[in-house]
């Protein structure tokens, strides 16, 4: 493994952090160099500290521990990611016996220099309890697979010597610190400790000499492992032909959308990973066995379970049998993990509320790595964890075996509170899980509607033909919401853009819940002179377009069995036409009758279809000659243009789109035309 450390870049970051200490700053430092390596951690995984000393208001110099805080990683770490803690108290806690989780955070709390800090890490009390300055911890690949072993004490030993600890495996808290501080006391001149089941601890009187330790650790931990090669997998269905690897997918992730919102009411996004070896792993006879002993450290479990489901499709052309084989395989992981919560709650006689059974990873066979959640980002998390897992899973059999935690250690850190304290429970936001299609989203209404959409929480495709404006605006939402945004430059009107555009949706997200048909343009023309192509051009787009998107949609929507919505934007010139707009109004009144249809024909499957009647927003169709136009003739000026409705007060494209959210929202409502334009008697729907 390489060493990152430059002396350059060290000076550089005493810089930055010019307003801390040095020690912080360093210790800054090498987190982010452990963390930049996902060989060494993941989201969140590891942790790190250092001793120094703080001044107390009333000047008072104190000794404090400074170590990595929850909610922080370590690759994006700040200072105030590090709070402090005195550590003369927490050093005194060692003479007891025993320490209750929830003590122990207490202790830690009020020990706090800073009350609004975050909670210090779980395992606070082992970083004080060695008395080095430097200290850091991660879930190196490596040392996992080391770590994992039957006969570990022995590697270690063929590894390294006497130059490193070993300590059994404890839950991270009060037992584990005291035992790592007995495992270092026992030769105090090891470099650092190996945690079985669990991880590596170097420490070291400067950053760089702990970092040091840490890369030089991981590298003769790779070298040993590299001396074996790795053992061939056996593939389940040889050399037949299967379909490619993204189609495989997109026949399954809908169903497993609707599958799982079936089993929990709430709605979830679907990801997959390409990975080759994943991939090779999950055709594997190795896999059946491998995959199901349990994670690789004990951390992965409340974000991947203890093991994935195995999916190897047998009906991939027919989709009613797909769904049965699939929701049998469910069925069967659910009863599973009913049987591990209640053999484990009943043995260890504890009260515990079963959490969600359903998998977070799936081995496809004929794909590879599936992971599911309820939000783009879980997924993610999920999927980079297993792929270094396989890796990790491989190798431990390829130099000897793989035997991680057992069910019951697994069971006691996926309800352990402090455990399940990493995922948070803020409140779901309103469209959490759900996935928009967006047309026309570059700019105007359709891009309004994506920001809001995006605040809530919603999953974007964005779609609109301004490539330029497209990109700027998913980056924009990604930047300011940090959401989830996909995009497709598409033409609409072009069906084969259109199929492509919803493959993408399906590769991105697995599925969708909403299509906001947007796009569209004001065609103007006398209708007894206007030129056919013309008209028909305008019927291609204002309405033939929202036709093409509904039925695609609708088709997704009864795959996944999900419900759905479709939402399209109307116009006041489908109850009021215009003069010479008729090429416009036309096509627009067809809209309002889809819109009805398709709430009429798809009711009792649960698929709403409703529509914004919205006019005189200022959006791309109100060019600067349309606007004076259209305001010298009423002999107004161009914002009392705007103004020229019954309340007097001008309707903006993000009224538009919260007229989208309400429609989205309103669970029993269909078949609705929902007006938005400050009062138009005349374009009321009667």
């Known amino acids: 493994m390489k060493n990152r450390w430059n002396d350059a870049d060290a000076n ?43 001044k107390t208001k009333v000047g008072e110099e104190v ?47 009020i020990n706090l220099l800073n009350a609004s800090s975050p909670n210090p890490s779980v395992e606070t009390l082992l970083h004080a309890f060695l008395p080095h300055k430097f200290i850091d911890h991660s879930h190196a690949d490596s040392s996992l697979v080391i770590a994992n072993q039957p006969n570990v004490e022995a590697i270690c030993k063929e590894i390294y010597g006497e130059d490193y600890g070993l300590v059994s495996y404890i839950m991270p808290g009060f037992l584990l610190a005291k035992a790592a501080a007995e495992a270092y006391e026992k030769n105090p001149n090891v470099k650092g400790l190996i945690l079985v089941n669990h991880g590596l601890f170097t420490f070291a009187e400067t950053a760089k000499e702990s970092y040091d330790r840490h890369i030089e650790a991981v590298t003769l ?70 995959s199901q002993i349990g994670t690789v450290t004990p951390d992965h479990v409340i974000r991947t379970k203890q093991k994935p489901l195995l999916l190897n499709p047998e009906n991939l052309n027919d989709e009613d049998k797909l769904r049965e084989e699939i929701s049998k395989a469910l069925e069967q992981y659910i009863q599973n993990y009913h049987d591990y919560f209640q053999s484990n709650k009943q043995a260890k006689g504890v ?17 590879g790595l599936v992971t599911i959640g309820k939000t783009t980002k879980e997924t993610r998390i999920a999927a980079d964890l297993y792929q270094h897992t396989v890796d990790i899973i491989h190798k431990a059999f390829s130099i000897g075996q793989y035997i991680p935690l057992n069910d019951a250690d697994l069971f006691d850190m996926e309800y352990w509170s402090l455990e399940q304290a990493k995922l948070g429970k803020s409140k779901p936001r309103k469209l959490e899980g759900k996935i928009a299609y967006i047309t026309g989203a570059a700019s105007g209404i359709g891009l309004a509607t994506a920001r809001l ?15 330029e404006k497209l990109a700027a605006a998913k980056t924009q939402l990604e930047k300011e919401f940090k959401a989830s945004v996909a995009m497709q430059v598409v033409d609409v009107t072009d069906e084969v853009a259109l199929d492509a555009s919803f493959d993408h949706l399906v590769q991105q997200f697995g599925g969708l819940d909403i299509l906001v048909s947007n796009a569209g343009n004001a065609v103007q023309g006398r209708i007894g002179e206007v030129d056919p192509d013309a008209l028909r051009a305008s019927f291609d787009l204002n309405f033939f377009s929202h036709q093409a998107l509904a039925s695609r949609a609708v088709k997704l929507f009864l795959k996944q069995g999900t419900e759905g919505v479709l939402l399209f934007n109307a116009s006041k010139a489908a109850f009021n036409p215009g003069k010479d707009f008729g090429p416009y109004a036309l096509p627009k009144a067809a809209v ?78 269909t078949g609705s035309i929902l007006t938005i334009d400050g009062g138009n008697i005349a374009a009321s729907p009667r």
């Open 453 to 467: 959409f995006a605040e809530h929480g919603a999953n974007l495709l964005l779609v609109d033909r301004e490539a």
């Open 12 to 54: 550089a970051a005493v810089k930055t952090y010019k307003d801390y200490s040095e020690d912080i700053a360093l210790r800054v430092y090498t987190s982010r160099l452990i963390g930049a390596d996902p060989a060494l951690v993941l989201h969140g995984g590891g942790n790190t500290s250092v001793k120094s000393t703080a």
């Open 351 to 367: 009260e515990k509320k079963e959490l969600d059974p359903l998998p977070r990873v799936i081995l496809l066979a004929g794909a």
């Open 63 to 109: 000794r404090a521990l400074f170590v990595k805080g929850s909610g922080w990683d370590l690759d994006t770490l700040e200072p105030p990611g590090l709070p402090g803690v005195k550590l003369d108290p927490l050093l005194k806690l060692r003479n007891l016996k025993s320490l209750s989780d929830e003590d122990m955070v207490n202790e830690q709390r």
């Open 592 to 669: 309002v009758a889809l819109t009805k249809q398709y709430a009429l024909d798809y009711g009792k499957q649960g698929i709403r279809a409703n529509a914004v009647n919205a006019d005189r927003v200022r959006t791309g169709l109100f060019t600067e000659s349309v606007i004076q136009e259209r305001s010298a003739a009423r002999g107004l000026t161009p914002d009392d243009y705007f103004k020229n409705n019954l309340l007097e007060k001008e309707v903006y494209d993000t009224d538009v789109a919260q007229g989208f959210l309400d429609l989205v929202l309103a669970e029993k409502t």
């Open 221 to 290: 931990a790779e070298e040993y492992i590299s001396r074996t090669r790795k053992k061939a997998l056996t593939p389940v269905n040889g050399a037949n032909e299967t379909p490619a690897k993204e189609a495989v997918f997109a026949k399954v992730a809908p169903l497993l959308r609707g599958l799982y919102a079936r089993e929990s009411g709430v709605s979830w996004t679907v990801h997959y990973r390409e990975d080759a070896t994943v991939s090779e792993f999950a055709e594997s006879r190795e896999c059946a066995s491998w």
